[in-house]
């Protein structure tokens, strides 16, 4: 079900019962939940679990630009060891002057560096001198990158693995 926010399930002998925010329940044989990091399916069956930092801190930014080669282009470029960044349009003709809406997505390992928050402003110089010198006759990262008009920071954060399997409570 999609646009629809899971408040939870209940399972008995008759099936299972999707309990869905401000709408009627649904009944059904089987709920497979793939409802993401924050899953409130796996938070009612593992109420105190916490998130697990894998060490990796990224920043995302969105920038106005003309086309990278293609204009349909995905780009990844190095590693999370050196310095990674994945990129890719969004939008085509934003402005009339043929410019795109280009994601970027940076990643670093940090090893030994706590979780940082959720979602908050980033910070250039956290990031950007790992990238200084990543310029190519087809685009200058650094400049995609100061160029953004708003950069997030979030962390790398993961969920242990559930038993196989797993059924009910």
Request: net charge negative.
């Amino acid at each position: 079900m999609l646009d629809h926010r899971c408040e939870g399930v209940e399972q008995n002998d008759a099936g299972t019962v999707l309990r869905i925010a401000q709408r009627p329940s649904v009944r059904g044989d089987l709920v497979v939940a793939c409802d993401g990091v924050n899953s409130a399916i796996r938070r009612q069956f593992y109420p105190d679990e916490k998130l697990a930092f894998t060490g990796i801190n990224t920043w995302r930014g969105v920038t106005r630009r003309k086309p990278i080669l293609t204009g349909r282009s995905y780009l990844r470029i190095g590693t999370v060891d050196t310095g990674k960044i994945v990129i890719y349009p969004i939008a085509d003709d934003v402005d009339g002057a043929g410019n795109q809406l280009i994601n970027w997505t940076t990643e670093k390992r940090m090893p030994g560096e706590p979780m940082n928050d959720w979602n908050k402003a980033g910070r250039m110089e956290d990031f950007l001198p790992v990238y200084e010198g990543w310029r190519f006759d087809w685009l200058d990262v650094p400049e995609l990158i100061r160029s953004a008009d708003t950069i997030f920071e979030y962390p790398m954060v993961d969920r242990d693995p559930v038993p196989a399997g797993r059924s009910g409570g």
